[in-house]
């Protein structure tokens, strides 16, 4: 796996000004218009290295964006993570003492015999995100890939996903076994709900297009909602739509059972092996071979490598939907 470090091309925002707010709840703005309308939040910094959706949120947040109908949350989620980040260590700024987008189960949240600065930060936040309609998680990659959208297991997950349009590549999936994401909390994750939400992976954490991609999908799924018009949109944030959009199940997860984890050459995801049987990696010594042919690896990484923690995960395409390109 590449270990180096990737260029920093972003300038990291300085969101002091955005501490204070009128929900109570430092780093987290809630604006209400007043007219009926859904409840959306937009979401940066659910991890502390990643950098571009905070660039938007704070861009949002200093042109001073309201909204039209409904309710709009504009919030920054790891901020001591975030505080902590260090160009030389960039890895080391995810989090403090647990990942942050794997806490959001009422048991987790509840359990008091549970501490760290990210169930802290998720327990401040939760009020707000419990009044949540539609929510977009803004995050990037550890290595070079192209953006996906990860729309969770649900059909309603996957319809949004389509109906947002971009980026190209839908990913539906579980989770992972280590604890539940923020998209899939409570409503989000409930076929039954109303509520909806995606996770964005808007390109590697350092690099300048990761920010055009979540303005993009930032514009987009905004006007979308309805809770703001296309005149609203600043200039140039929206991109054309892609041609074609991949729709991929995800199977199963490759999970880390100690640090002994190699993988078979330089994976950055999206790749995809026309035969079942081919090894990817190994485990422990033991090949890992792909299950079925077509299989498509979904954001391969050893930099946060640990027992537990998912490698990668194995996608198999499930149909691909074509579209002209429009804005």
């Known amino acids: 796996m590449n270990a180096h470090a990737y260029p920093i091309e972003l300038a990291f925002p300085d969101i002091a000004a955005h501490e204070r707010s009128d929900t109570g709840i430092p780093y987290l703005n809630t604006f209400d218009s007043g007219i009926a309308g859904p409840h959306v939040m937009i979401n940066a910094l659910t991890h502390g290295n990643e950098v571009c959706g905070a660039i938007v949120v704070d861009a949002l947040l200093r042109a001073k964006l309201r909204p039209r109908r409904g309710k709009l949350t504009l919030s920054f989620a790891n901020v001591d993570a975030y505080a902590r980040f260090d160009p030389s260590r960039p890895d080391a700024a995810r989090f403090v003492d647990q ?36 929510l977009l998680d803004l995050h990037s990659m550890h ?29 539906c999936d579980e989770g992972h076994p280590e604890g539940r994401r923020m998209r899939d909390y409570e409503g989000f994750g409930d076929p039954h709900s109303v509520k909806n939400a995606l996770l964005i992976e808007c390109g590697q954490h350092s690099e300048a297009g990761a920010v ?57 995801g999206l790749e995809v092996f026309p035969d079942a049987g081919s090894v990817i990696g190994w485990s422990d010594g033991q090949a890992v071979r792909t299950p079925y042919p077509d299989c498509m690896l979904v954001m391969p990484s050893l930099r946060q490598l640990r027992p537990g923690v998912t490698v990668v995960r194995l996608g198999r395409i499930e149909r691909r939907i074509a579209r002209h390109s429009e804005q």
Do not use: C
């Open 99 to 134: 990942d942050f987008n794997r806490v959001w189960t009422a048991q987790t949240l509840d359990n008091a015999a549970l501490d760290s600065s990210e169930l802290r930060r998720a327990r401040a936040m939760r009020p707000v995100i419990d009044t949540v309609d539609l």
């Open 143 to 171: 290595e070079k890939s192209k953006p996906l959208i990860v729309a969770g297991p649900l059909d309603k997950g996957i319809a949004l996903a389509q109906t947002l349009g971009t980026p190209a590549t839908v990913i």
């Open 212 to 268: 055009a991609v979540a303005r993009d999908v930032t514009a987009r799924f905004l006007v979308l909602s309805g809770v703001i018009g296309e005149e609203d949109v600043p200039p140039g944030w929206i991109m054309p739509l892609p041609d074609e959009m991949l729709i991929v199940r995800v199977t199963e997860p490759v999970v880390a059972t100690s640090l002994d984890f190699r993988f078979a050459d330089h994976y950055t």
